[in-house]
């Protein structure tokens, strides 16, 4: 204190104090101050209710739902979803009169791929070994070989003019579990047996739509429920219901249980597909015959040929658009052949005559009048074997070639009668001839494994390199048992010519080395294609030449024995050098005595139609 200040002068001072705080804060009673203070609060107030909110926003669940019709795509009443193992499918099927039916791409594809649709008919086939089903659409009954059989439901029926097939015919000849659900209506089918990881849920949550709090809900859950669990990430995994939602719930919402096994039914039997095959390597020869009168010929083709089992003549060509075709069958050809201990397997062709082999094979009434007319020109003839050389079978008709091929075999099987195949090398724009399809049915299955360049190829080279014929080979057998592949080798080769353009001629094994005499050549080994090479120009223009001979022949033989093939064609008798059949007669006893010990190994290319060239 100020010693010089009076008791008054203080008091002075205090007052004046007093009127400085009431100016500046709205009077000595000091209400002034509350309207600021509330407007402090309300602002802070303010920002945290938006804070609040947007914590809220962030970390809150959503209870949006997605409605299940949409995420199955349900736009129609009749669409039915299906779930396939633990995929929802883009496929759907079909819901009418309380009964459900699959599409049948749906069924060919994953189910049954003997179930065939005849478009121009609109008949729904179905083969076994044995049977042929024949069932019309919209209709609970169907025949087998003229018999009616009756089905508790219409089998089949079309939806937009697409074939559905009822789920519960499918199920009587195929291997898959299905459980029905409802609401959207929904069908979960499994392709096989699994185990399966299990979760047990802990607490009542959502199944949403993605993994995260803020995605659609699909389906609330209880605790207690089970779910299986498909993916398992770091906060949520990809699960399904008992019911086949399938959706994303938080791991803190499971608790894991032991895995649980999806058991198939049970009750399926696949067929056995018996083949009518040999107990010893097939040593077989085209016999190209363009008329009755060249079937007299045999016995001098013949002559100098050696260990010959099999012999194909060529006697049937396809000659109109119906199924119907020309004969040249010879009986006493046939006896003769018996008599020298050779079968006869007579071939029949598509490109002899000029017909629309897409038209015969896709209707069923042109396959029938086909098959019944070649199994019993076959029976009547007491022939051993029907050889198919359908060539430049087009894309669209690969299903109805297959479907030719079941049906054939069915007979075939029931008589005893062998049925081959023959097939181009394979290749990316082959595939539609069904090799995988083909090996199951047919008793042998012919690779043509020749024809590597032709005669319309722009460019020259081999009819039959090492590796073309090696990968043909090995590309076959990835889809065909080797024990049923017969790997065809040529007698013929190719002489080019090259000038203003490349052109070849076909020449027997003998005409080529009078060819390379004349000009005075020597072939000289080529260890790329394991063939004797040769190249020389006259009259103004290059020839070369990559020879069949017996080194070649060797070497194609040799390779063929490392695969345990069921043994050799040739194209065609006549062509090769007497030479050839020491050759052959080496392989088929290396292939005798392999018979029994080669395991079946894992197996590209000219669609074009057999050589009928002659020197």
Same mark, same amino acid.
């Given at each position: ?455 319309? $190829? =722009?460019? @020259?080279? *081999?009819?039959?390199?090492? %590796?073309? &014929?090696? !990968?043909?080979?090995?590309? +076959? ?25 490349? $052109? =070849?001629? @076909?020449? *027997?094994?003998?005409?080529? %080395?009078? &060819?390379? !005499?004349?000009?005075?050549? +020597? ?30 022949? *060797? ?61």
């Amino acid at each position: 204190m100020d010693k010089n200040k009076t008791r008054k002068d203080i008091l002075d001072d205090d007052m004046m104090d007093d009127a400085l705080y009431d100016d500046d804060f709205g009077g000595g009673n000091k209400k002034g101050w509350v309207p600021v203070v509330f407007a402090l609060l309300l602002i802070i107030m303010v920002g945290g209710v938006a804070v609040g909110m947007k914590l809220y926003d962030k970390y809150s669940y959503s209870k949006e739902t997605m409605d299940l019709a949409q995420y199955y795509n349900i736009t129609q009443e009749w669409q039915t979803a299906l779930v396939v193992n633990d995929e929802v499918a883009e496929e759907q099927a079909v819901l009418r009169d309380g009964n459900y039916y699959l599409p049948l791409t749906f069924v060919q594809e994953r189910l049954n791929d003997k179930f065939y649709y005849d478009r121009h008919e609109k008949l729904l086939l179905f083969t076994t070994p044995t049977e042929l089903y024949e069932i019309p659409v919209d209709s609970a009954s169907y025949s087998i070989a003229g018999t009616q059989q009756q089905n508790d439901k219409i089998i089949w029926i079309l939806q937009d003019e697409i074939p559905y097939v009822e789920i519960e015919f499918v199920a009587k000849y195929s291997d898959f579990l299905s459980q029905i659900y409802e609401a959207p209506a929904r069908i979960q089918i499994y392709l096989e047996g699994e185990m399966k990881q299990a979760a047990m849920i802990k607490k009542d949550t959502a199944v949403r739509y993605q993994g995260g709090i803020k995605s659609d809900i699909l389906k609330e859950i209880s605790k207690g429920d089970k779910v299986f669990v498909l993916e398992q990430m770091e906060t949520w995994s990809k699960v399904k219901t008992q019911d086949s939602v399938i959706g994303y719930v938080e791991n803190k919402r499971l608790e894991e249980i032991p895995e649980e096994e999806i058991l198939m039914p049970g009750t399926y039997v696949a067929p056995v597909y018996t083949s009518v095959t040999r107990a010893y390597p097939i040593n077989l020869a085209w016999h190209q015959v363009t008329n009755a009168v060249a079937n007299s010929g045999i016995d001098g083709m013949l002559a100098n040929t050696k260990g010959i089992n099999t012999i194909s003549p060529t006697w049937f060509f396809l000659n109109d658009n119906y199924g119907n075709f020309t004969s040249i069958a010879d009986q006493s050809y046939v006896d003769n052949m018996h008599a020298r201990g050779i079968e006869v397997w007579a071939l029949i062709d598509n490109f002899t005559n000029e017909v629309d082999i897409a038209q015969i094979l896709s209707t069923t009434t042109n396959r029938k009048t086909l098959i019944n007319n070649l199994v019993q020109t076959t029976l009547a003839y007491d022939i051993d074997g029907i050889n198919v050389d359908f060539e430049q079978v087009p894309s669209e008709a690969g299903a109805d070639y297959v479907q030719f091929l079941r049906e054939l075999s069915i007979p075939c099987r029931q008589n005893g009668i062998v049925l081959s195949v023959d097939n181009y090398v394979p290749t990316e724009y082959t595939a539609h001839y069904g090799r995988a399809e083909q090996g199951e049915v047919v008793d042998y299955f012919i690779i043509m494994g020749y024809d590597e360049h032709y005669s319309g $190829s =722009s460019q @020259a080279g *081999s009819v039959a390199s090492y %590796e073309y &014929v090696k !990968a043909g080979i090995e590309n +076959t057998i990835k889809d065909v048992p080797a024990t049923k592949v017969i790997n065809a080798i040529p007698f013929y080769t190719r002489l080019w010519k090259i000038a203003d353009g490349v $052109s =070849s001629e @076909a020449l *027997s094994m003998s005409a080529a %080395e009078n &060819v390379l !005499a004349q000009y005075g050549v +020597t072939a000289t080994w080529d260890e790329e294609t394991s063939q004797n090479f040769a190249e020389f120009e006259a009259d103004g223009a290059k020839y070369q030449i990559w020879l069949e001979d017996m080194q070649s022949i *060797s070497a194609k033989l040799n390779l063929m024995s490392g695969y345990g093939l069921a043994g050799v064609a040739a194209w065609k008798l006549g062509l090769e050098k007497a030479e050839i059949w020491n050759a052959i007669g080496d392989y088929l006893s290396v292939s005798q005595i392999n018979a029994q010990t080669v395991e079946n190994q894992p197996s590209e290319e000219i669609p074009q139609t057999q050589i009928i060239e002659t020197d």
